[in-house]
């Protein structure tokens, strides 16, 4: 089993920044990817930013490139997501998850997730 646990959230007003953490415990060394998505109210949980464990290839959504970062620390098992030039429709809870599959942009293809962090960006 892996435990996810998500820092670093709050209020912070459009243009701003804010940086996610998720410190990740338990037997992680069979998961590929990390990744973070996000989930607004009324809306489905979406695909943010995704990082593979071994090579630290990152992907991301096309509406956060340029603005969004994802990086990780293996050593520490702690991944991070730096986020700038927030806007109020980026408004939501913010989830880590593991997986052990090949995929990285589909919440199914993920098996472990933290409980969320909320971030609320005002304008």
């Known amino acids: 089993q892996v435990q996810l646990v998500e820092s670093g959230g709050g209020l912070v007003q459009a243009g701003g920044s804010l940086r996610l953490s998720c410190a990740a415990s338990?037997?992680?060394?069979?998961?590929?990817?990390m990744g973070w998505f996000r989930q607004a109210p009324g809306k489905e949980r979406e695909f943010v930013a995704a990082?593979?464990?071994?090579?630290?290839?990152?992907y991301y959504a096309d509406s956060v490139k340029g603005r969004f970062t994802i990086s990780k620390d293996n050593a520490k098992n702690t991944v991070a997501l730096q986020m700038n030039s927030l806007k109020p429709e980026e408004t939501g809870v913010y989830y880590c998850?593991?997986?052990?599959?090949?995929?990285?942009?589909?919440?199914?293809?993920?098996?472990?997730w933290g409980q969320g962090t909320q971030v609320t960006v005002s304008s």
């Open positions: 338990g037997r992680t060394s069979s998961s590929v990817y």
């Open positions: 998850a593991a997986n052990a599959g090949t995929g990285y942009a589909t919440a199914g293809g993920y098996d472990y």
């Open positions: 990082i593979s464990w071994n090579r630290g290839r990152t």
